[in-house]
């Protein structure tokens, strides 16, 4: 009787953006949660598909703004579903990656909540996928590489990325929240020995109708604007065939390949 | 008027298999289709989606069997949207991890037929999230590396895999196709300096009711069982906490533990 009477945790994948990037799974959750935790940054489109009596919570945690912690969070989960509610903690993109899923995991097996994890489109796959480019290529790409240039992931240490194992011209890089100084990440992946030309594409906001492209080369890395976030930075000869959606005049990769031009070629 | 009569190619991700883990995109690009080419072992309750009247093909190419090649099935797409009609590329997972898009999309871009991504989850994804890990996790995993072990992505040449760029105890290890030589991959793995200890899971058929799993360590990776296709490889800290579905008894994962105990610590 207890145990028909505990609600589930359902860790949730909200995908990219594009509610039409939901699986059918999340979709369906989303629809029936009696709550609904939200990272920051998920689109309205994507929180109106829930039901009218659902509570519908943020929880982000923006850089530097003060919100609920972790433990918080957790704590609040936990006792949502003892009350016998089932719980939507929705992430962006796939909560596998970069989602800190692990500390949320942690918690609900210590309570002995049930859950489940529902997989999501991560933004990588997206933005690969509005650039019409595959990731991997059996000419130019054997790997891919899923980093994050944030160190909010490990806010502890501060540890410095080691990116000479990642600098690798048979490999497609894909860099989850970038951050803004694109001059040191330029300087540290060519110092790590990847060629000035190898193709480098920021994606702000995939798969949504503001969607904006940056396409240039590493060697240009320190030009890149500033781009809304959630933003993605993808790096390696897989791209050059990206096409942009949001530049139709294709400024920037005409801009880019007259820059390749001149470079003496590498590797 | 000759533009408005061509139909498109959507060249869509059928996910790890579990109609469920659709896309909602691609769940309505499946229904609405008039031709509908998929590659091997999509399973049957994913095809049941389309339309009455959609032609659907299976153009997988089996190792050893003779089959459609690629030249021919770029025709046939071609093909059939210069008829008007809307074709469904259906590929397993992601078609930009492992699919073999890039040859597809070279195709369709030279022809000027006009076609569209729709990405799906990827099997890497799929698996962690049935296994309950996290791919990145900042105590133990800061970066995904996906990589296959099959060298049908590179048929020509038939280059050797480095793995002493993949073999880094602060990664997710994803491999594809990872074959059936496990005792070579240990060894590879090993001198390349990864742990013995260091976990390693096999999910076979991941998000299908035949959905198998293996648990054990690198060090014990050379006595995994043969199982069905497609299975994926996962290696790393992150997946010290999987749970397995397919073995309630946890009987691999006990022994994996108790072996991993009697091995020196390392790194």
Redesign the interface.
Same mark, same amino acid.
């Given at each position: 009787m207890t145990r028909t009477s505990t609600g589930k945790v359902f860790l949730v994948g909200a995908?990219p953006g594009?509610?039409?990037?939901?699986?059918?799974?999340a979709?369906?959750l989303l629809r029936q949660a009696d709550v609904i935790l939200h990272d920051d940054l998920v689109p309205h489109a994507i929180l109106a598909l829930a039901g009218p009596h659902a509570e519908i919570v943020n929880v982000g945690k923006r850089c530097g703004a003060k919100g609920i912690t972790q433990d918080e969070l957790n704590a609040r989960m936990i006792a949502a579903a003892r009350r016998g509610l089932d719980v939507v903690r929705l992430k962006n993109g796939?909560?596998?990656?970069?989602?800190?899923?692990?500390e949320e995991?942690d918690a609900l097996e210590a309570a002995g909540v049930p859950?489940e994890?529902?997989?999501?489109? *991560?933004a990588g796959?997206?933005a690969?996928?509005?650039l019409?480019?595959?990731? *991997?290529?059996?000419?130019t790409a054997?790997?891919?590489?899923?980093? *994050?240039g944030h160190h909010a992931?490990?806010s502890h240490s501060r540890k410095k990325?080691d990116w000479s194992?990642?600098a690798?011209e048979d490999a497609t890089l894909v860099v989850y929240m970038p951050g803004q100084d694109f001059a040191a990440l330029r300087d540290e992946l060519l110092a790590a020995g990847l060629p000035p030309d190898i193709p480098a594409v920021i994606v702000s906001r995939a798969s949504t109708p503001a969607q904006r492209e940056w396409l240039s080369t590493l060697a240009q890395l320190d030009a890149a604007p500033r781009m809304e976030s959630p933003s993605i930075l993808l790096i390696g000869r897989?791209l050059a065939?990206a096409s942009l959606k949001s530049s139709p005049e294709h400024s920037a990769l005409e801009s880019a390949i007259a820059f390749a031009a001149e470079l003496p070629l590498r590797g």
């Open positions: 995908g594009d509610p039409d990037l939901l699986t059918v799974k979709h369906r796939d909560p596998a990656i970069f989602g800190r899923l692990a995991l859950f994890i529902a997989p999501g489109i *991560t796959i997206a690969a996928a509005s019409h480019v595959s990731l *991997t290529d059996r000419r054997s790997r891919v590489i899923i980093v *994050t992931q490990d990325i194992a990642l690798r897989s065939r």
